[in-house]
């Protein structure tokens, strides 16, 4: 299985990944259905209950950035 996302490598093109080989995990605090993959550098992105679909990667970067904004409440929607 190939996904692709929001990670593009510096050439501009999105990573082609084997997915099937991810580290899949998923917060226990939560009964959302959203599951974290680690491969190959990058992070992945899927919908649990529809691991066969397609995933988001992003780069480091773009996940070290996501994740500070969620810490200082950037996507509160509340």
């Known amino acids: ?5 929001a990670g593009r490598l510096a050439d501009g093109t999105k990573p082609e990944l084997d997915l099937a080989n991810a580290t899949w ?3 226990g605090w939560s009964s959302g ?3 974290v993959g680690f491969i190959e550098g990058f992070v992945a992105m899927r ?3 529809q691991p066969e679909g397609s995933a988001l990667i992003f ?3 773009e996940w070290r950035a ?6 200082e409440g ?3 929607l509340t």
């Open 33 to 35: 259905g959203v599951q």
């Open 74 to 76: 950037e996507f509160d």
């Open 1 to 5: 299985m190939v996904n692709s996302g």
């Open 47 to 49: 919908d649990r209950r």
């Open 25 to 27: 995990q998923y917060g």
């Open 59 to 61: 780069t480091p970067e």
């Open 66 to 71: 996501f994740l500070v904004g969620a810490q």
